[in-house]
């Protein structure tokens, strides 16, 4: 079982051979973490979550069939940036003024997870996405950076990271710096060697607020890892705990493959075929990735998070799969919120574990400092939970609703019952996610008791966060 073999690992790393028992800041007993996170990647997009699925990821579903798969995970939010805070602090995103993407910016105030890790010894690296602020006020940078927006000048430097290779928002997955052919179309494919180029008009920074303009061709993902591994492997050598955060840019729009990616899909018109090759460039890399963390030795002990931001873009006629849910991106029906959720960490969670306990986006921090027997910082509410219960297997329930908001939709998600509006409160819908999760059929008014108690646990939370 997990709990017995948390047990066994706990005390291999916790008695030295004279007996001398280590605390959690001691080397021996902190797990390095990493945070993999996809852009718009769908419910259904993995075939490991969905058999019907066409897109080969071999590696994330290695990945899931070696760790624990989470079947109903969420993301705080339907949209990027929300969610992207609520991993970094534990809250939802209604407390800290990031209600949607590209609005607001992470707070001077907030406490991250980077920087209370850093507090802990680890090093911090961030690569890949970033949309919490911008990352400049000198020149004008993708949606929001530069001279006119300097109130949202919040790079991650700034909020506990020592390392960044990062991008304010989205890029092409495949030469990211240059605007592809079809640019803000419907489908896109590579410019050809030789075709005259357009810049996209985004960059990637580093964490001394540099351009970064070296080893920027081909595909994004390849890029990215490109700068997280030498991190990675730098700290190994350095024997310090580390936190990277690898925020994937595909499958946002523009999805652009290498066309050795989009060859593996032979018959598919240009979007499906780069969509699919996109997110099969970012399955080779997380491949790389945990060939890297054995190959350092230090694969064991090392927590590796994998989750999507949200549901997939566009319609049901999109590349996109939400798995047979309801809604799509910016929705708080389940195709919004439920993606893949998995977590590989060999020390605890034996191969081939499983929990349809809900999980959200917000229960890193809190999970990861019950890991290294650290308090949360007692000043503020937070909204996610520890999920070490859960990753032991201790418990099968949650126990502690998910409250959702985005614009004037409201869900409240427990372990069976979903409650659901979409118009801030006014009217009120009810789904049983257990024998439903499709939601198909709203039970409000056969289950009045249940939505009155729901309702007013919903709109008390609703209260707290506004209350900040």
Not at 138 to 145: I, P, S
Not at 313 to 326: F, H, I, R, V
Request: proline share 8%.
């Amino acid at each position: 079982m997990v709990l017995s073999r948390y047990w066994m690992v706990a005390a291999a790393l916790c008695v030295l051979g004279s007996g001398e028992f280590l605390s959690a800041e001691q080397p021996q007993n902190r797990p390095n973490v990493v945070l993999l996170m996809c852009d718009d990647l769908g419910y259904g997009d993995l075939t490991c979550f969905n058999p019907e699925s066409s897109i080969k990821t071999p590696h994330l579903c290695e990945m899931a069939a070696a760790g624990l798969k989470f079947t109903r995970f969420y993301a705080a939010a339907p949209v990027c940036s929300p969610t992207r805070g609520s991993c970094l602090t534990g809250r939802h995103p209604h407390r800290y003024g990031i209600y949607y993407a590209n609005t607001g910016h992470m707070l001077p105030e907030e406490i991250t997870l980077p920087e209370l890790l850093r507090e802990s010894g680890y090093t911090t690296g961030h690569f890949g996405k970033w949309h919490l602020g911008t990352l400049t006020t000198e020149v004008q940078d993708a949606n929001r950076g530069g001279p006119k927006n300097p109130q949202h000048f919040a790079p991650p430097q700034d909020h506990g990271y020592d390392v960044c290779f990062v991008t304010e928002s989205k890029v092409p997955t495949y030469d990211p710096m240059i605007a592809p052919k079809g640019a803000n179309k419907t489908s896109w494919d590579p410019v050809r060697k030789g075709d005259p180029t357009v810049s996209y008009g985004t960059r990637y920074w580093n964490e001394k607020g540099e351009e970064v303009t070296e080893n920027l061709s081909g595909d994004d993902s390849r890029v990215m890892m490109d700068r997280a591994i030498p991190f990675i492997q730098q700290a190994v050598e350095d024997e310090q705990p580390f936190l990277a955060t690898i925020w994937f840019h595909a499958p946002h729009l523009p999805v652009v493959a290498d066309r050795k990616y989009g060859e593996i899909y032979p018959g598919l018109k240009n979007h499906p075929r780069n969509y699919y090759g996109c997110i099969s460039a970012v399955d080779e890399q997380v491949g790389r990735l945990r060939a890297k963390l054995r190959e350092l030795g230090v694969a064991e002990n090392t927590m590796v998070w994998f989750c999507s931001d949200n549901g997939p873009e566009g319609n049901d006629k999109s590349p996109g799969l939400a798995g047979g849910l309801k809604g799509r991106k910016r929705s708080l029906y389940e195709g919004g919120v439920r993606v893949p959720g998995i977590l590989e960490w060999p020390a605890v969670v034996p191969a081939g574990t499983e929990t349809d306990v809900p999980a959200v986006t917000s229960d890193y921090l809190p999970t990861i400092l019950e890991v290294l027997e650290r308090p949360l910082p007692g000043d503020r509410p937070y909204d996610g939970i520890s999920l070490l219960p859960v990753i032991r297997g201790e418990v099968a329930v949650r126990d502690a609703p998910i409250g959702f908001q985005s614009r004037k939709q409201i869900a409240w998600t427990g372990d069976h019952y979903k409650l659901y509006s979409g118009d801030s409160g006014k009217t009120w819908e009810l789904y049983d996610l257990i024998q439903d999760p499709e939601e198909r059929t709203n039970l409000a008014a056969e289950e009045p008791e249940i939505v009155q108690q729901m309702q007013e646990a919903a709109l008390q939370w609703v209260a707290s966060c506004e209350a900040e």
